[in-house]
Structures are given as structure tokens and as C-alpha cells.
């Protein structure tokens, strides 16, 4: 299953998303969501111990000024890997 998360992880709740999760799921930060895989934050560890693989939408870290600052453990993407991974996940969750 593919797991998109737009939002802050300030803003949404993101230990119900971490239950949903299993392992061969795929988990997409976007938007306002790629402020989750930021260096050093507790979202990140959370996001990291999942068994989901993670993944961050580069443009939208680049809109936010913060590539730089996402965490080396951490796969950007580009739209053309986006389009990829929902072809890949017949299912899909936006959170």
C-alpha cells in the first residue's frame, strides 16, 4: 500500500498512521508532510522505525527551503518516482 502524508507532524496524527503500516508499504511525504523526514526530529525516528519504505517529494522540500536539511536516511523522489510508486501500490492512503 502506498501511504501519502500532506501534512505537518504537528498537525495530523502520525502514531495512527505508523499502525496502518506494514512492511512492503511504500510512504510518501508531500507538501507540508516532508517537514516529518527533517534531521534529528522525532518524526523522523518514528517514520524510521515503520517498517514502510520512506520517501520525500524533493520539489516540495525544495519549495520549503528545506532540502538540506532532510535526513541523509531518507530517499528524495522526483514526480516521475511519485508516478512510479502509485502505479506500483494498487491501494493507496492519504493522510
Known amino acids: ?5 500532506l501534512h505537518s507532524p504537528w498537525q495530523c496524527d502520525l ?9 512492503g508499504d511504500d510512504l510518501l511525504l508531500l507538501q ?3 517537514t516529518a523526514a527533517l534531521a534529528g526530529s522525532e518524526a523522523l525516528q518514528k517514520l524510521l ?10 520539489d516540495d522540500a525544495a519549495a520549503r527551503g528545506i532540502t538540506a536539511q532532510i535526513s541523509t536516511s531518507v530517499t528524495m523522489l ?3 518516482g ?6 506500483k501500490h494498487q ?3 492519504a493522510w
Do not use: C, H, R
Not at 511519485?82 to 502505479?87: G, K
Open 1 to 5: 500500500m502506498l501511504f501519502t502524508l
Open 15 to 23: 502514531n495512527s498512521l505508523l499502525l496502518l503500516v506494514k512492511e
Open 32 to 34: 507540508d508532510g516532508v
Open 49 to 58: 522505525a515503520s517498517p514502510a519504505t520512506l520517501w520525500v517529494l524533493e
Open 78 to 80: 522526483d514526480y516521475t
Open 82 to 87: 511519485f508516478v512510479n510508486l502509485t502505479v
Open 91 to 93: 491501494q493507496q492512503i
